[in-house]
């Protein structure tokens, strides 16, 4: 059994929000090792995260103070390693996330038409309902399905989409959709200092209709986009597309800038 304790009366402290995946992966592994610890829940916006950024250096969850060692951490990954690590099973520290196959699905394929949808598409400063369709007659558009905001593979894909600067290189619209709700984009647009837009989708509604829902473990009634990519051209007929076969699971890109150069080739950035 867990030994959760009362607020303060435990040697360590985990700072988490309700129902994310990485914050229970983190309660987990508490709990497998049989290790006593409190659980602080913060708030959703970054910038009221005044108490996570005094103790652990960051605003991110989840995050944990470790009074046995001294150790303060955020990063998941990093840890439930250290947790393994110091209170258990080194080689049990690898076993950070179990592989999900998915099953094959109906997702649009190349040469079918996207579905159209309108949801609230989110900048660094505000946000408005936009319809799929306002976007693809100015151009190609990227279409990225990824985690919700905090979860380490949409974070990866969106650093690297940001260092690749394709819309730089090619003349195409990049936008994001997750279930993460505006306000949640918002802070983690300026957070991230990230210069895409984003959709919000936080019923999953979107990824429902692509067929590409992906049902998270351990929380029952609780979804979001399995992850995947659609190069859409005006008329939103798809040109490329990459789904996860598995969590976790990061695209080609390489793969996806070859397919940019040769839907893009031709017109001017």
């Known amino acids: ?81 250290y947790l393994h690590t ?77 260092d690749r600067a394709w819309d730089d290189r090619y003349d195409v619209t990049l936008v994001g959709l997750s279930i993460s709700t505006p306000n949640e984009h918002l802070e983690f647009v300026q957070q991230r200092e990230i210069d895409y837009r984003l959709f919000s989708d936080p019923q999953n509604g979107v990824a429902e209709t692509y067929d590409l829902v992906n049902d998270l473990d351990g929380m029952t009634g609780v979804s979001e986009a399995r992850p995947a990519i659609f190069l859409l051209d005006e008329d939103r007929i798809v040109q490329y597309v990459w789904t996860a076969d598995q969590w976790p699971e990061l695209p080609d890109y390489d793969d996806i800038g070859e397919a940019l150069e040769a839907t893009t080739s031709g017109r001017e950035s």
Not at 42 to 48: K, T
Not at 118 to 134: F, I, K, M, T
Request: proline fraction near 6%; hydrophobic fraction near 35%.
């Open 1 to 81: 059994m867990s030994k959760t304790t009362a607020s303060g009366s435990a040697p360590i402290t985990l700072y988490r929000l309700q129902a994310r995946p990485f914050c229970e992966s983190v309660a987990r592994t508490l709990r497998d090792l049989d290790l006593a610890y409190d659980s602080r829940f913060v708030e959703a916006l970054h910038s009221e995260r005044d108490e996570v950024k005094r103790k652990t250096g960051v605003r991110t969850v989840p995050a944990i103070v470790d009074e046995n060692s001294g150790v303060t951490m955020a990063e998941s990954g990093n840890i439930i390693e």
């Open 86 to 162: 110091t209170y258990g099973d080194p080689a049990d520290a690898d076993s950070t996330f179990e592989v999900k196959e998915f099953d094959e699905t109906d997702y649009p394929r190349v040469g079918e038409t996207a579905p159209d949808f309108v949801r609230p598409l989110v900048n660094g400063e505000y946000w408005e309902d936009v319809a799929l369709s306002e976007l693809t007659p100015d151009g190609p558009v990227l279409l990225v399905f990824h985690s919700m905001d905090g979860a380490f593979p949409g974070t990866y894909i969106w650093n690297e989409i940001s």
